[in-house]
Nanobody, 115 residues
Framework: QVQLVESGGGLVQPGGSLRLSCAAS????????MGWYRQAPGKQRDLVAA???????NYADSVKGRFTISRDNAKNTVYLQMNSLKPEDTAVYYC?????????WGQGTQVTVSS
């Protein structure tokens, strides 16, 4: 069983930065990829950024150049550095660890971008 705990969300002004963390406990044997998703009120949950076990990354067009996903294998943690934040980035952000047999999700952390 894998458990994910997210942290780092909060309220930030437009143009500001936040760094989200997602720490995993349990065996990560077989892990294929880690990702961050977000869901705004009344909208579907969408991929923001992902990183594979080989280190390949991909980003949603809306965050390219502003967000960076990274990982610390020793800490079983994935990060999302968010810069130049915009009001439209406001959402609940979820991390996801993908295994061949099952995905695991974090509980979500709220990010609010507002002046």
């Amino acid at each position: 069983q894998v458990q994910l705990v997210e942290s780092g969300g909060g309220l930030v002004q437009p143009g500001g930065s936040l760094r989200l963390s997602c720490a995993a406990s349990g065996s990560l044997f077989g892990l294929r990829a880690m990702g961050w998703y977000r869901q705004a009120p009344g909208k579907q949950r969408d991929l923001v950024a992902a990183i594979t076990s080989a280190g390949s990354t991909n980003y949603a067009d809306s965050v390219k150049g502003r967000f960076t996903i990274s990982r610390d294998n020793a800490k079983n943690t994935v990060y999302l550095q968010m810069n130049s934040l915009k009001p439209e980035d406001t959402a609940v952000y979820y991390c996801k660890f993908s295994f061949p047999w099952s995905p695991y999700w974090g509980q979500g952390t709220q990010v609010t971008v507002s002046s």
